[in-house]
Structures are given as structure tokens and as C-alpha cells.
């Protein structure tokens, strides 16, 4: 199986900044792209960012200026930098990705368990 773990969450002043982890392991052939989500209490989950395996990026909206998205293939590790964080950039914030693993003909769509990301004002 492939598991995906973040790290990196916590509480930070609006202003601040964070950096999040995710780490994928398993049986993993190779990893296409990568991505970070984020759902606030009572909304739907959103994208925040993702990353393509040759580091091609993409933002949303509210985060762009602000966030970086990075990755490290061989340590099949994918990174968000946030800055000036907000506090509507209050959730949790899930790692995917999309993995072709040993005994799969066909990349599959895996997620991280979250980490809570709390910005008070």
C-alpha cells in the first residue's frame, strides 16, 4: 500500500509562515502529480496548489504570492511554503497524489490523514 504523511501543521499569527510536509511511502513504481487541499469547517475541500513530476505548478487564487510549492522526487516529498499566512487560511491541509504502485497497471489518487493549520488574528 502507499501511505502519505504530513507534518508541519500548527498555530501561527496572521503574518507568519509555515512549512508543510508530506511524505509518500510504499511500494511506489513513481508519483505524477502532487498537491495540497484544504477545507475550512463547513466548506468544501480546495485545492491549494499542485506540482507535476517535472515541477510544473499551479496556485490557486487566494494563495497565490504567497505559497510555494516544491518537491523532492527522490525523497518522494512534497512541500508548501505559505507566507504572510491569514486567518482564512485557516483548515486542514491534505496532501495528494497520484501514484502508480507495484501490483497496479493504472496511477491511483492517494491522500494524507491532514494536519491542521490554525492562523489567529
Known amino acids: 500500500q502507499v501511505q502519505l504523511v504530513e507534518s508541519g501543521g500548527g498555530l501561527v499569527q496572521a503574518g507568519g509562515s509555515l512549512r508543510l510536509s508530506c511524505v509518500a511511502s510504499g511500494r511506489i513504481i513513481s508519483i505524477n502529480d502532487m498537491g495540497w487541499y484544504r477545507q475550512a469547517p463547513g466548506k468544501q475541500r480546495e485545492l491549494v496548489a499542485s506540482?507535476?513530476?517535472?515541477?510544473?505548478?499551479n496556485y490557486a487564487d487566494s494563495v497565490k504570492g504567497r505559497a510555494t510549492i516544491s518537491r523532492d522526487n527522490a525523497k518522494k516529498t512534497v512541500y508548501l511554503q505559505m507566507n504572510s499566512l491569514k486567518p482564512e487560511d485557516t483548515a486542514v491541509y491534505y496532501c495528494?497524489?497520484?501514484?502508480?504502485?507495484?501490483?497496479?497497471?493504472?496511477?491511483?489518487?492517494?491522500w494524507g490523514q491532514g494536519t491542521q493549520v490554525t492562523v489567529s488574528s
Open positions: 506540482i507535476t513530476s517535472g515541477g510544473s505548478t
Open positions: 495528494n497524489a497520484d501514484v502508480w504502485r507495484v501490483g497496479t497497471i493504472r496511477v491511483l489518487d492517494y
